[in-house]
């Protein structure tokens, strides 16, 4: 064994060349399925579009890796650093099937990096609920109809995900709370508590907490895959603040690339491939031989390997099955459902604006919120019984970002008052409405699956390796658009409560930029109603497998990600074994 | 000699640490050439003063700094002369992996490409280095390295108070672009005239790319306002007058380009060339960049607490800061902004959780 690898745009050890698991994509649930599959002496292969900034990743040197991420604004937020550049690969959208999609920059773009979208996410890691897995049974049977709307119940329960709901904790290094202040009571049972307890809360959170318990609710701890101690070999969170959005530059957060993917390259039986962008898997009958991509020297090569898996996000995972089989209905999709019930999550933004400063860019962005408008009981077993509508978790959040504010107040409503250039625009930033005394609450309501909303290959926009790129067809359902309406009151009274100034809801509900994305190649046990099994293998191929949320039948009103790696963690054991 | 520390570290920059085995330095025989003046930045000397004075009306200096103090047009000229180096490996593309080209010439005494002499002298030396160096941070990184910038120490672990112990700058370094980063920025900076790879997508058009083009003709045009207006040159324009010039309806898609830049350039991190010495930043009371010191400075086993900074916490206001409020302009800014928001409401009794009244 030979680490690091001296190889350019290598990782691990580059004597392997013949792999029992090739892996696309090294986001969260590609880090998982390296590591389990390592662990059972498999060897893997992991192949990234982007870029590596992790530099040691593959060191056993303590303290490696060095991360290139830093604090840094303009890299990280306006630069599009490990991120998908639109003047590389954009996508189009449009809501309705009847127009061709128009080309759209940022349609729910998600990593390009190793450690894929998790590097730049502030690791929010709820769990789902009980309720969660059987959502179409639980709506049937509480009387509630939505007409369009495509719900199904998962081919497996909350008890049998929860083993590796904790291993995911583990191994991730999730902060958090089960008991006294902070605990989330709408939080189904758990076999164990968290293995830190929470990070230092940052002020933004206490205020909106403050105002969330005197309206009556109950204000959580966020969990989240940040240390709060020194965890696993890595440093403990120190505050620094810009988080959402930014990867880690201390390792402080426990994303995949740096806490499974690592252990993965360690054992020696895992290489990554990064800057190499897969354009189709080449198979024959029931059975997928190998991997065509497109290296950082513009060189297409193939690799072979026994297993397959797809884990490049729902939209590119999706995308690959049609480029994969030119001018056939797509590779997997005797269904017809590749591609379909793509979901994100409705957000609803209240925002308050107060007297004092919030000092945003302090903080890990997320350290509290609350569940009380996730719509189910105490426990998270059944819906609420008083019938109201299934929101979704909240986030208490402000603005850490300077640059960004001051763009804000070039928006033309702004500047028509300020004026577009002088003191006008200094005064704004001097006294930072829309920054320092700002804090929001988050809502990720429930998105409500959709055969209509769909992912497929747009007929006339290529990206900058001459592929078609995903359209993207999504419309919101009155289901979560009511869910929206019902809640917008409610959370501008917490914001009230919490001493702000202004309170007011953002009329722009955002679904494109949320990173949640799901859907796509839906598991079920019926595979004339699913793409893929319990297990994550496509019905149609004896060894493909869905390695992240496009297996989601629905997209509960949490963030994915904890659940995508625990997916993950079982469908890789399930192939190591 | 061995360059040990700046090989390392510019090995590391373009992902290929171990890549190249360290040798020593040897001479190739020269052919004697003339040293070549170095590439000269995008902007003219003329360009660059119409910048700077145009920036300075975007964002005015009155009692405190503003755009001209930040050193805005130092960070628009470092972005729009962005890869503008020796292109010492001959791929046509200029960047940190012209670096590894000049060592390995250095280090083998051989080189594929003419260029890596850099400084033209006829020999592989550290002169080269040198020379690369200084050519290619005429213009700025895309994306600096990191993770740490120097202005923030580590904290001292016995104490959990900041140490004496500061790390190096990592965000002079450039992080490393892959072809198709280096195809996007190419677009943005000089346009997509010779980029077939992006032929399709209508995203690769327009004001999103050709940045140098925008700014010759948006600064022509900023000229020509001025005489038509004025019958001056924009420079002998009062501020008032370069105002007026600058909110001219034909101005208006370059002023918006041109805000954008002017406050990236006051509130980025000093190393893309604005912000100089962290001006901005004071300015609006901003941290920056904080790492790796942070905000929490870890957790005291003895008392069973998180130590933060204590001029700047992060679970509670700083130290004697007050519920004082917005100014009353903006707040009645805000009051029209806001009140046609769905939900808006100015509630009654407004109060500051956690600051002592």
């Given at each position: 064994m030979s680490l690091p690898s001296a190889v350019p745009g290598v990782l691990g050890e580059t004597s392997l060349d013949d792999f029992d698991v090739v892996i696309i994509g090294s986001g969260p649930g590609g880090c998982a399925a390296a590591h389990i599959l390592t662990q059972a002496n498999l060897s893997v292969l992991v192949l990234e579009a982007g870029n590596n900034y992790f530099l040691g990743l593959d060191d056993p040197a303590p303290g490696k890796p060095t991360p290139l991420f830093g604090s840094d604004e303009l890299k990280q937020s306006a630069r599009f650093f490990g991120k998908q550049d639109p003047l590389i690969e954009p996508r189009t959208y449009r809501e309705n099937a009847a127009v061709p999609g128009l080309a759209?920059?940022?349609?729910?773009?998600l990593g390009r990096t190793v450690g894929g979208a998790w590097i730049h996410a502030d690791v929010k890691v709820p769990r789902f609920n009980e309720v969660d897995f059987r959502m179409a049974s639980a709506l049937h049977d509480a009387g509630r109809v939505y007409d369009g709307a495509n719900f199904a119940d998962w081919p497996l329960t909350y008890a049998e995900l929860e083993p590796w709901y904790s291993m995911a904790e583990q191994l991730s290094g999730v902060s958090g709370t089960t008991t006294g202040e902070g605990a989330d009571p709408f939080a189904s049972p758990r076999s164990g508590p968290y293995p830190m307890p929470p990070n230092n809360r940052m002020y933004a959170d206490l205020v909106l907490s403050e105002g969330s318990r005197l309206a009556g609710y109950h204000p959580i701890v966020y969990p989240a895959a940040v240390n709060s101690r020194p965890y696993d070999g890595r440093p403990a969170c120190v505050s620094c603040g810009l988080c959402s959005g930014y990867?880690?530059?201390?390792?402080?957060?426990?994303?995949?690339?740096?806490?499974m993917l690592r252990k993965a390259l360690l054992t020696g039986r895992c290489q990554v491939r990064y800057n190499c962008f897969v354009t189709r898997l080449v198979h024959s009958g029931r059975t997928v031989t190998g991997v065509e991509y497109i290296d950082d020297r513009s060189d297409r090569l193939t690799v072979g390997g026994d297993r397959f898996i797809l884990a490049a996000s729902p939209i590119e995972d999706a995308r690959l099955c049609f480029l994969s089989d030119p001018g056939g209905a797509g590779l997997g999709n005797s269904s017809g459902l590749v591609g379909r019930n793509l979901m994100f999550h409705l957000q609803t933004i209240a925002v308050g604006i107060f007297k004092q400063r919030m000092h945003g860019e302090r903080g890990q962005s997320v350290t509290g919120g609350m569940v009380d408008f996730r719509g189910v009981e105490p426990g998270g077993m059944a819906l609420a019984k008083d019938g109201r509508p299934l929101g979704g978790i909240i986030e208490f959040g402000t603005n850490s970002e300077a640059i960004d504010e001051a763009k804000q107040y070039g928006r033309q409503e702004i500047t028509s008052i300020a004026g577009q250039l002088g003191l006008g625009l200094k005064q704004l930033m001097l006294d930072s409405p829309l920054r320092d005394h700002l804090a929001v609450m988050i809502m990720q309501a429930e998105d409500a699956p959709?055969?209509?909303?769909?992912?497929?290959?747009?007929?006339?926009?290529?990206?900058?390796?001459?592929?078609?790129?995903?359209?993207?067809?999504?419309?919101?359902?009155?289901?979560?658009?009511?869910?929206?309406?019902?809640?917008?009151?409610?959370?501008?009274?917490?914001?009230?409560?919490?001493?702000?100034?202004?309170?007011?809801?953002?009329?722009?509900?955002?679904?494109?930029?949320?990173?949640?994305?799901?859907?796509?190649?839906?598991?079920?046990?019926?595979?004339?109603?699913?793409?893929?099994?319990?297990?994550?293998k496509f019905h149609d191929l004896d060894n493909l497998y869905c390695g992240d949320g496009a297996v989601f039948p629905t997209a509960s009103g949490y963030n994915p990600t904890l659940t995508i790696i625990a997916l993950a963690l079982r469908m890789a054991d399930a192939i190591g074994g | 000699m061995r360059l040990v520390l700046t090989r390392r570290r510019f090995l590391q920059l373009a992902g290929a640490a171990g890549a190249v085995s360290i040798v020593p330095l040897v001479r190739r025989a020269g052919a004697g050439l003339e040293p070549g003046p170095p590439l000269a930045p995008f902007l003219n000397e003329a360009q660059y003063s119409l910048v700077r004075d145009a920036t300075a009306r975007i964002f005015p200096s009155d009692s405190t700094p503003g755009a001209l103090e930040a050193g805005v047009a130092d960070y628009i000229q470092g972005m729009l002369s962005l890869l503008p180096a020796a292109d010492a490996n001959c791929d046509g593309w200029r960047g940190s992996a012209d670096f590894i080209a000049v060592i390995r010439a250095i280090g083998t005494g051989t080189s594929d490409c003419?260029?890596?002499?850099?400084?033209?002298?006829?020999?592989?030396?550290?002169?080269?280095?040198?020379?690369?160096?200084?050519?290619?941070?005429?213009?700025?990184a895309v994306f600096a390295g990191g993770p740490f910038s120097g202005r923030q120490p580590f904290v001292d672990p016995e104490t959990l108070q900041p140490s004496d112990n500061f790390p190096r700058d990592a965000f002079l370094d450039f992080a490393p672009l892959n072809r198709v980063q280096r195809i996007a920025w190419e677009a943005r900076i000089r346009g997509t005239a010779n980029l077939p790879e992006l032929s399709g997508n209508p995203l690769a058009t327009g004001s999103r790319v050709n940045l140098r083009q925008q700014y010759s003709d948006g600064l022509t045009l900023i000229e020509s306002q001025s005489q038509t207006i004025f019958g001056k040159s924009f420079a002998e324009l009062t501020p008032a007058q370069q105002t007026q010039v600058l909110n001219s309806a034909p101005l208006r898609s370059?002023?918006?380009?041109?805000?954008?830049?002017?406050?990236?350039?006051?509130?980025?991190?000093?190393?893309?060339?604005?912000?100089?010495?962290?001006?901005?930043?004071?300015?609006?009371?901003?941290?920056?960049?904080?790492?790796?010191?942070?905000?929490?400075?870890?957790?005291?086993?003895?008392?069973?607490?998180?130590?933060?900074?204590?001029?700047?916490?992060?679970?509670?206001?700083?130290?004697?800061?007050?519920?004082?409020?917005?100014?009353?302009?903006?707040?009645?800014l805000l009051r029209v902004l806001l009140g046609m928001q769905p939900e808006f409401q100015e509630f009654d009794e407004p109060y500051c959780f956690g600051v002592p009244s």
């Open positions: 759209n920059g940022d349609v729910n773009t990867g880690c530059p201390n390792n402080s957060k426990g994303s995949g690339a740096v806490t959709q055969l209509g909303n769909r992912v497929d290959l747009d007929p006339s926009v290529t990206d900058v390796y001459g592929v078609p790129v995903p359209r993207v067809t999504h419309v919101s359902h009155a289901f979560e658009l009511q869910a929206s309406q019902y809640y917008q009151p409610r959370m501008v009274e917490v914001i009230g409560k919490a001493g702000a100034q202004f309170g007011f809801v953002n009329p722009d509900l955002d679904k494109l930029g949320t990173r949640h994305v799901m859907g796509t190649l839906r598991m079920g046990t019926d595979p004339s109603a699913s793409v893929c099994n319990a297990a994550g | 003419d260029q890596s002499d850099v400084n033209r002298d006829g020999q592989y030396t550290e002169a080269d280095l040198t020379s690369a160096r200084v050519s290619l941070f005429q213009a700025r370059f002023v918006n380009l041109l805000r954008a830049h002017t406050v990236e350039g006051m509130f980025s991190a000093p190393e893309y060339g604005g912000n100089r010495d962290g001006i901005g930043w004071s300015l609006i009371g901003y941290g920056g960049d904080s790492q790796p010191l942070g905000y929490t400075l870890g957790f005291d086993e003895k008392t069973q607490s998180y130590v933060e900074r204590s001029d700047r916490p992060n679970s509670r206001p700083n130290p004697g800061e007050t519920c004082g409020g917005l100014s009353t302009p903006v707040q009645t």
